[in-house]
C-alpha cells in the first residue's frame, strides 16, 4: 500500500440522537498522518490511530468542561457525543474500516475540583506576575503602554533575537515548574508549625492532669510534625532561591526583545 490514499470520517452522537459530522482528514500511507503524526502501514493501523486519538479528545475536552462548570457554580454541561463512528476509505472511495464505540465519561469527585480551583489560582498567579513583569519592561523602554483591557506584550525588537527570547522565556517556566509553589510552601510550613504548637499545649497540659497516655498521644505529634518545619522551610529558601533566578532570566529575556543587532551582528 506504499504510497496509496487513504481518508476517513468520523461522525458523532450527541445526548438528543443527532449524528452528526465530528471530524474528517485525508493522509497517504508511508507518510505521517496529518492528524496523529504516526506512520501507517494499512487502513487498520489509519483508523485505529485516528478513532483513539479523536475519542480521546472529545473525553477529555468533557473533562475539562465539568471542570470548569463545578469551579464556576454552574451545572454540569451535557457531553458534545455519546457515540462515535469511524470509516476509512480508498483513494477510490471504497469504504475498507470501521469501528464504533460508545464513549464512557469518568466521575468527578470533590478533591479533583479542589485540586483543579488551586491548579487556575496557581496559573492567574503566575499570569498577574507575567502582566506586570511586561508592564514594567513596557515602561522602562518607554514604548507606548497598552490600553486598558488590551494584553500586554513586549515585542521583540529585532526578529533576529526572538528565538533566543523564547529560550529564555520557556527556560524561565520550567525553573519555577520545578519547584513548589511559594505560596503553598508557606501555607504548609505554617500548619506544620500550628500542629506542632497545639501538640506541645496539648501535652503540657495533658501531664498536668496527669493523663500520661494523652500526653505520649500529644508527644508522638511532636515527633512526626517537627521535621516537617525543618523541610517546609528548606522548601521555602529552595523555592524563594528557584524564582530570584527565573526572575533574573525572564529580566534578561525583557532586555534583550529591546535590542536591536547592529548589520553585522548575528
Known amino acids: 500500500m506504499t504510497g496509496e490514499f487513504y481518508s476517513w470520517i468520523v461522525m458523532r452522537t450527541d445526548p438528543a440522537g443527532s449524528e452528526r459530522v465530528l471530524e474528517t482528514g485525508e493522509g497517504r500511507f508511508d507518510t505521517p498522518e496529518p492528524l496523529t503524526g504516526r506512520v501507517c502501514q494499512d487502513f487498520i493501523q489509519v483508523g485505529t490511530a485516528v478513532f483513539d486519538r479523536v475519542c480521546g ?11 470548569d462548570a463545578r469551579i464556576e457554580g454552574t451545572a454540569d454541561p451535557e457531553p458534545e457525543a455519546l457515540r462515535a463512528t469511524i470509516v476509512v476509505r480508498d483513494e477510490a472511495g471504497v469504504e475498507r474500516m470501521s469501528s464504533a464505540a460508545e464513549l464512557r465519561y469518568r466521575e468527578i469527585d470533590h478533591k479533583e475540583v479542589e485540586e483543579y480551583r488551586k491548579e487556575l489560582a496557581l496559573w492567574e498567579k503566575r499570569e498577574k506576575q507575567r502582566r506586570e513583569r511586561c508592564l514594567r519592561a513596557i515602561a522602562a523602554a518607554g514604548r507606548a503602554m497598552p490600553k486598558e483591557g488590551e494584553e500586554p506584550r513586549l515585542e521583540v525588537a529585532d526578529p533576529r533575537l526572538r528565538g533566543l527570547v523564547l529560550n529564555l522565556r520557556v527556560e524561565a517556566d520550567t525553573v519555577r515548574e520545578e519547584v513548589p509553589d511559594l505560596d503553598h510552601c508557606r501555607e504548609q510550613l505554617m500548619v506544620a508549625e500550628n500542629t506542632v504548637a497545639a501538640a506541645l499545649s496539648a501535652e ?3 501531664r498536668a492532669k496527669g493523663d500520661l497516655a494523652e500526653a505520649v498521644h500529644a508527644r508522638a505529634y511532636v515527633e512526626r510534625w517537627t521535621p516537617r518545619i525543618a523541610r517546609w522551610a528548606s522548601y521555602i529558601e529552595l ?5 530570584a533566578d527565573a526572575a533574573s532570566v525572564d529580566a534578561l529575556a525583557d532586555r534583550l526583545s529591546l535590542v536591536h543587532l547592529s548589520a553585522g551582528e548575528n
Request: charge should be negative; proline fraction near 0%; hydrophobic fraction near 40%.
Open 57 to 67: 479528545e472529545l473525553v477529555e475536552e468533557q473533562h475539562a468542561a465539568v471542570l
Open 204 to 206: 503540657r497540659s495533658a
Open 239 to 243: 523555592t524563594t532561591e528557584a524564582y
